[in-house]
Structure formats: structure tokens, C-alpha cells
């Protein structure tokens, strides 16, 4: 992998405070000539207007989505059976006949219904355990239905301890197939190219993967498949400009050696460029000065990998922030609680850190209860980097075009701060020097262009096919009457 394009020391010099400004004076005065035009849009048009032209607004990246939260349930239950003609064929629980003692330490995640497992695993179940499951083709209408909803956060009783408790061990076996995950990761990337993106960074895993008969898969084997995979034509198709980053949880008693070997893993295997460090932020064995040691050791052994941690993703006041700072990160993910440090707040200020905002995500996990507590528009307004993000949006059933809506409906963004935030998507992203001022060309050029379209015509310069409305929004904004 080439050495990375950047220098640390360049966190340190005043320059970057002026190419801050500069970047942030380019993208309003882009637009100041006729930004008044998306101001009288709103107070004009439909919601469903306003998620159309966010819809067919060009975009820059996402660089914060986990790639396995990110797959809707309906592409997980389609590539699942299409992989069976690879030999990986997929089991799901949709009983419990009481096989298990309820003193046996993996009693709570035995009554998790819908959890998925390979036939491997199935064969190696009691026959007891054998009847409480179904092979996927199997299902029925409503068991389907009911598959899909296990993996999104759909109801009102559903939060934080849902997700991080059941929904990723549902998951369970349909994240460890190289050609599902790679099925998967296609459908992924075409719906963002769809809704305008030309960059994307998610969170790749390449542990834990198995053949058809359970034979252990190497990391650096499933990354050479993904690699020759990428090479499709169905990938290149999508226009999409694409890098990597590879996630380890953080709250496991060996998060130090996983991370050493993720170090490793990335410094060795393109398209990885960073690390990141996930989990609960609320489970205080993940704390960020833990890795700090370690953190420090792996930068005298590495001089071309990345890192942009979560950080701040708890509903109380602590320091993580800025302890994520002093790690190395140059990315923090979601920073909600960035607000209660006033020194990393003023640290922050213009630069040179950005922080990856997930509107969805936070209300649905329940870090903010109502949008007028989230701290996103201080930080836009106050001059702290930000671009939008996704995170797992297969399991709020939402797009990226719904985090631009949120952001209108709840915070009433400008056009200029709309492309600030699609700029800094692709100023802030882990892309060499060059292919970041290429792709912001690039984007700078579709809006311009969009914009003299929308100005010109108005509503009727949108499409008359309607965006994708998902479950979020439907819900949330009633976008899609004639949805449940």
C-alpha cells in the first residue's frame, strides 16, 4: 500500500485554520448569488417535493456506515438465497421448544427468534434445537415478513438495547459469507450511487468468515476475493469512488491485540486505509485512554493508516472526545457529547477534526429523545466541521437523502450549509490529496449544475419518478401514505 499522503504535523499549523475558511467562504459563495432560491423552495414546496429534489440532489460520501448494519433486510433475504448455488445455505429460528436449561450461559441469546446460522451449525445442533429452526427458502409470508422486521428498529418499544442486544446476533451467519457480503455490498453501493453519491468509506469486516462446510476463511483471504470481486464491471458501473476501514469492538478483553492486528491488516491490504473502534460507548470496559498505549506503539510501526473513532456516542457528560483526539483520531464518530467538553469544543472550532453526524441513528438509539436536543446544528453553526452520515441505516430503513430531509425539516438547513456538509463528505475523507481535490471538482460541478436546473424550473425540473421512501421517513413524516 503507497505511504499516506498527509503529515501529521499539519494538524499543528495555522494554514489549516485558512484553508477552513477559504473551503467554507468557496462553498457559500458558490451559492450566494441564487440561494435564495432553496429558501423560497421551502416554504413552497411538499415534503414529498423537498425529498425528491433532496433525492436527485448530487451528494459527496458517507463516511461513516457500518457496511453489515447498512444492507436492508430485503437485500439480506434476496442475496441469502441466491448464495445457495455457492453451498451456503442459511438457517433461521422461528421457535423455541424449551431445548436449552435456563442456567446455561448463552440461555439469553438462545431466545432470540429469527437468528440465522449456517447449515454447518445446524447439523451440529441437538435434534431438539434442529425443530426451533427453519432453512430460509422454507419461511412463510408472514415468517418472512416477520425476518425482516427482527433486523430493523420499526417499533416504538424498540431502542438501544435492541440493537446492540438482538440485532446483530440475528444477524449472525449472513455476515460471515464472502460472495453474500459481496452481493450485499453491490446493492449497497448502486442505491448510493441512485441517490447521487460519488464516495463512499464503509466499515468492512473480514473476521469470523467461514466456507460452506465451516472451514475458517483467513482475513487476507476474504480480502484478496473482495478485492478481484471489486473488480466487476457491476462495481465500476456505480461511478462510485470507494475506500475501506476495518472496525474492531472495543469493550472485548482483547480489543489491544485486535487492535495491533487490525494495524496490520490495513497497513497491508488495499482498499483499507483506517481503523476504527466500535461498540457501546456506555459499556465502560471501552474506554478510549485504554488504547492509548497501543494507539502510540502502532504509529512507530505504521506510517500509512488511518483512524476515526466513535466517539462521544453516550447520553452523559465525559471526556471521550477529546481522549479520542489524543489517540490520533482525525474523524470522530457521531461526537454527540462533544457539546459537554467546552475545551474540545473550542478545539475543534475550523478544523483540522471533523465530526461524522448520524441524525437517525441517534434519535432511534435513543441518544437524543426529540431533535431539538441534538447538538448538530451548534456544531454546523459554530464553524466545527460536520457531514452527514448514515451508520446502519438497513436497520432504521432509511437512505441518505433522509438525512439531508432530517436535517431541513429539523434544523431548516441553508443551501449553502446543504453543500458544506456534501463538501466536507469528500474534504475530510481518507482519499489521497489528489483524488479528494478531483472528486470535489467534481461534486462542486453537479451542483452547480443542479442548482441552475432547480432555479430555472423550479418543482417541475424534478423527476416525476418518486424517490425511494423508506420506513423512516414513512413513519416518521407520514412521506408514504399508502405504506404501513
Known amino acids: 500500500?503507497?505511504?499516506?499522503?498527509?503529515?501529521?504535523?499539519?494538524?499543528?499549523?495555522?494554514?489549516?485554520?485558512?484553508?477552513?475558511?477559504?473551503?467554507?467562504?468557496?462553498?457559500?459563495?458558490?451559492?450566494?448569488?441564487?440561494?435564495?432560491?432553496?429558501?423560497?423552495?421551502?416554504?413552497?414546496?411538499?415534503?414529498?417535493?423537498?425529498?425528491?429534489?433532496?433525492?436527485?440532489?448530487?451528494?459527496?460520501?458517507?463516511?461513516?456506515?457500518?457496511?453489515?448494519?447498512?444492507?436492508?433486510?430485503?437485500?439480506?433475504?434476496?442475496?441469502a438465497l441466491n448464495v445457495a448455488d455457492e453451498g451456503y445455505r442459511f438457517y433461521t429460528k422461528v421457535r423455541i421448544n424449551n431445548c436449552m436449561e435456563h442456567g446455561e450461559p448463552e440461555?439469553?441469546?438462545?431466545?432470540?427468534?429469527?437468528?440465522?446460522?449456517?447449515?454447518?451449525?445446524?447439523?451440529?445442533?441437538?435434534?431438539?434445537?434442529?425443530?426451533?429452526?427453519?432453512?430460509?427458502?422454507?419461511?412463510?409470508?408472514?415468517?418472512?415478513?416477520?425476518?425482516?422486521?427482527?433486523?430493523?428498529?420499526?417499533?416504538?418499544?424498540?431502542?438501544?438495547?435492541?440493537?446492540?442486544?438482538?440485532?446483530?446476533?440475528?444477524?449472525?451467519?449472513?455476515?460471515?459469507?464472502?460472495?453474500?457480503?459481496?452481493?450485499?455490498?453491490?446493492?449497497?453501493?448502486?442505491?448510493?450511487?441512485?441517490?447521487?453519491?460519488?464516495?463512499?468509506?464503509?466499515?468492512?469486516?473480514?473476521?469470523?468468515?467461514?466456507?460452506?462446510?465451516?472451514?475458517?476463511?483467513?482475513?487476507?483471504?476474504?480480502?484478496?476475493?473482495?478485492?478481484?470481486?471489486?473488480?466487476?464491471?457491476?462495481?465500476?458501473?456505480?461511478g462510485l469512488t470507494w475506500r475501506f476501514q476495518m472496525s474492531i469492538l472495543r469493550m472485548l478483553p482483547t480489543a489491544e491485540d485486535d487492535l495491533r492486528m487490525a494495524y496490520q491488516f490495513v497497513s497491508e491490504n488495499d482498499p483499507w486505509v483506517a481503523v476504527n473502534m466500535v461498540g457501546r460507548e456506555d459499556d465502560d470496559k471501552g474506554y478510549p485512554r485504554r488504547f492509548l498505549p497501543v494507539a502510540r506503539e502502532m504509529r512507530h510501526a505504521f506510517n500509512n493508516v488511518r483512524l476515526s473513532i466513535h466517539g462521544g456516542e453516550v447520553d452523559e457528560p465525559n471526556d471521550h472526545v477529546r481522549d479520542t483526539l489524543l489517540m490520533g483520531a482525525d474523524r470522530i464518530g457521531h461526537g454527540l457529547n462533544l457539546i459537554t467538553d467546552d475545551d474540545a469544543m473550542r478545539l475543534m472550532r475550523y478544523g483540522p477534526y471533523m465530526v461524522e453526524i448520524n441524525l437517525i441513528s441517534n434519535l432511534l438509539l435513543e441518544y437524543v429523545s426529540d431533535y431539538s436536543q441534538h447538538p448538530f446544528p451548534e456544531y454546523l453553526r459554530i464553524g466545527i466541521p460536520v457531514a452527514l452520515s448514515t451508520d446502519d441505516r438497513g436497520m432504521w430503513h432509511s437512505t441518505m437523502t433522509d438525512e439531508f430531509f432530517v436535517g431541513v425539516k429539523e434544523f431548516d438547513l441553508s443551501w449553502p450549509e446543504i453543500r458544506l456538509l456534501s463538501e466536507n463528505s469528500i474534504r475530510y475523507s481518507f482519499l489521497p490529496d489528489a483524488e479528494k481535490t478531483a472528486l470535489l471538482e467534481t461534486l462542486e460541478q453537479r451542483l452547480d449544475k443542479f442548482e441552475k436546473r432547480v432555479v430555472k424550473k423550479g418543482v417541475a425540473a424534478l423527476q416525476k419518478n418518486a424517490s425511494p421512501r423508506y420506513r423512516f421517513v414513512c413513519r416518521r413524516y407520514q412521506l408514504c401514505a399508502d405504506q404501513p
Not at 429534489?53 to 437485500?75: A, F, I
Not at 422454507?138 to 442486544?165: C, I, T, Y
Not at 455476515?175 to 441512485?194: E, G, I
Open 107 to 238: 440461555f439469553m441469546q438462545y431466545l432470540i427468534h429469527y437468528r440465522n446460522i449456517h447449515a454447518f451449525q445446524w447439523e451440529a445442533l441437538s435434534e431438539c434445537e434442529k425443530t426451533e429452526y427453519l432453512p430460509l427458502h422454507e419461511l412463510s409470508d408472514d415468517q418472512r415478513d416477520a425476518w425482516m422486521n427482527a433486523v430493523m428498529l420499526d417499533k416504538p418499544h424498540e431502542g438501544r438495547e435492541e440493537f446492540f442486544g438482538k440485532h446483530w446476533p440475528r444477524l449472525g451467519a449472513m455476515t460471515s459469507s464472502p460472495p453474500l457480503l459481496m452481493a450485499v455490498m453491490l446493492r449497497h453501493f448502486q442505491a448510493f450511487a441512485d441517490e447521487g453519491l460519488i464516495y463512499v468509506e464503509p466499515q468492512v469486516p473480514v473476521l469470523g468468515f467461514a466456507s460452506p462446510d465451516g472451514t475458517p476463511i483467513q482475513p487476507n483471504e476474504v480480502a484478496d476475493y473482495m478485492r478481484e470481486l471489486l473488480k466487476d464491471e457491476a462495481f465500476s458501473a456505480t
Open 1 to 79: 500500500m503507497p505511504q499516506a499522503s498527509y503529515s501529521p504535523l499539519a494538524r499543528k499549523t495555522p494554514l489549516v485554520k485558512i484553508q477552513w475558511f477559504a473551503a467554507l467562504s468557496l462553498s457559500f459563495f458558490s451559492s450566494v448569488v441564487t440561494a435564495d432560491w432553496f429558501e423560497t423552495f421551502k416554504d413552497t414546496a411538499t415534503d414529498s417535493e423537498l425529498h425528491q429534489l433532496l433525492y436527485e440532489m448530487p451528494k459527496g460520501g458517507d463516511l461513516h456506515h457500518h457496511l453489515t448494519g447498512s444492507v436492508l433486510p430485503e437485500w439480506w433475504y434476496e442475496a
